[in-house]
């Protein structure tokens, strides 16, 4: 069988290794650009770090990630609403790491070169559309070139023109009206050295985490990413991810975050570059499959960046397709059993970061208690935070006890 693979980003990487993994080596990877270490911070939550671990990458993550230890959420005056453990702390058997994009997609590139060549792998070939013939299928090339292949898998992220061929009227992302500002800056990490941070509420906040282990003058690269609502006041900035600003804007708009333990303010004047990009997402689809092509990752279920679970979700879809294309007795079965498993369950997260995921105490808080407060307990009834924080694991897949227990996607042959 050949599969065919548009767009070399961490969905397509990690279904190409997972493939190999099952036994299936006749691939093509057709990558618009260059596999570039692109991007910022990233998180791989611990239902993602199982699977990359059971591709035999977990001293390659361990290396070029820093393992996260808790995610704790603040209001806007620098009060704790709630915290809690991350990774093997809160009892997973995988950690959850904390890390640049483009280190983990360098960590991807480097596996896939090692296990399947270079040939494998086409950097400038962008697809344009697709067709089919039979039990054929082919990607079309700018230039006029066609590869052929028996299933084409588009994992050619937000923008895909696999999905637009699937769903011709269906139009740009959606944008909610926040902006959102990404940078690393060199820091001094805070709380546990390993905390991933919120401080604020939905439309006017900063998500701050360490991406590396501090070097010898106690500095460690730091990713803040800042979000405010501007829908009102601006047009929807451009969705891509080389979108510098000037940092003037965003010290204007969120200057004063800074509490004993965090100095935001600091950060933002610390970071060399900022990138601006829209918080967007699309609605879930009725259908992923037509014909011999599927979706996957950003292609298939673009979702706010809310629970930190973009990556890991894409990484999930390439561990189910590949085991069912190893494993169901024809590709219209294997794709019928991936989309089975995948398209609700990545529809649900979609739908649970629409309305705020795990984050959600962070608006509660904010309407219930503008001024701030003496005492959490005082803002919500008892039970209620861990309530939020579980329901969105167990929606996103990462609840502990059904991950450690549930059992391998691995093709054991
Ligand atoms: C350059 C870049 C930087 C990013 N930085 C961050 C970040 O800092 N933080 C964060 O949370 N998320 C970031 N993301 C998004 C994040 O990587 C994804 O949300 C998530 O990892 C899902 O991965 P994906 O493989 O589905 O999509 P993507 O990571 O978007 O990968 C899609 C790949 O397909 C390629 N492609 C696009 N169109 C075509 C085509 N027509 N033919 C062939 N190839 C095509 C793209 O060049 C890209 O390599 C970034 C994405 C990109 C592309």
């Known amino acids: 069988m050949r599969v065919l693979i548009a767009g070399g980003g961490i969905g397509g990487l990690s279904l190409a290794l997972s493939l190999h993994a099952a036994g299936i080596d006749d691939l093509h990877v057709l990558e618009a650009g260059r596999v570039e270490e692109l991007g910022v911070g990233i998180n791989v939550l611990p239902h993602a770090v199982r699977e990359l671990s059971e591709l035999g990458l977990s001293g390659e993550l361990a290396a070029a990630g820093l393992a996260t230890s808790e995610f704790v959420m603040f ?3 620098g009060q704790r609403i709630w915290g809690e453990p991350r990774g093997l702390a809160a009892g997973y058997r995988w950690p959850q790491y904390s890390i640049h994009r483009g280190r983990l ?33 082919f990607a079309e ?11 084409l898998v588009g994992a050619d992220g937000i923008h895909s023109v696999l999905r637009a061929r699937r769903c011709p009227g269906e139009g740009g992302p959606l944008w909610n009206g926040i902006t959102m500002w990404r940078a690393v800056a060199p820091g001094v990490p805070f709380l546990t050295g390993a905390s991933m941070v919120m401080i604020g509420y939905f439309g006017k906040r900063a998500v701050v985490y360490p991406i590396t282990r501090p070097d010898r003058d106690g500095r460690a690269l730091i990713n803040i990413v800042l979000e405010a609502t501007t829908g009102d006041s601006r047009p929807m900035p451009r969705q891509d991810w080389d979108h510098v600003v000037d940092p003037a804007e965003i010290r204007a708009l969120f200057s004063g975050m800074r509490f004993g333990w965090i100095d935001v303010d600091a950060l933002i004047d610390a970071a060399p570059r900022w990138w601006q990009y829209p918080m967007v997402d699309r609605d879930p689809l009725e259908q992923w499959r037509s014909g011999l092509i599927t979706l996957l990752g950003d292609a ?48 649900a997260v979609v739908l649970a970061n629409r309305a705020a995921g795990p984050e959600k105490c962070m608006e509660l808080a904010e309407a219930r208690a503008p001024a701030g407060f003496d005492r959490v307990e005082d803002v919500f009834a008892p039970g209620e935070l861990q309530e939020l924080s579980s329901r969105y694991q167990r929606t996103a897949g990462f609840d502990p006890a059904l991950l450690n227990g549930r059992p391998s996607l691995s093709v054991f042959r």
């Open 75 to 77: 209001n806007k005056h």
């Open 105 to 137: 997609l360098g960590v991807l590139q480097r596996a896939f070169l090692e296990r399947l060549g270079s040939g494998r792998l086409h950097p400038g070939h962008r697809v344009v559309s697709a067709s089919e013939d039979g039990s054929t299928v």
């Open 141 to 151: 090339l700018t230039g006029g070139a066609r590869v052929q292949g028996d299933v």
């Open 300 to 347: 298939a279920h673009p979702m706010y960046p809310v629970g930190a679970n973009g990556a890991s979700q894409a990484i999930l879809d390439a561990r189910v397709l590949a085991r069912a294309l190893a494993l169901a007795p024809t590709v219209d079965e294997a794709l019928e059993r991936y989309e089975a498993e995948r398209r609700p369950a990545t529809a």
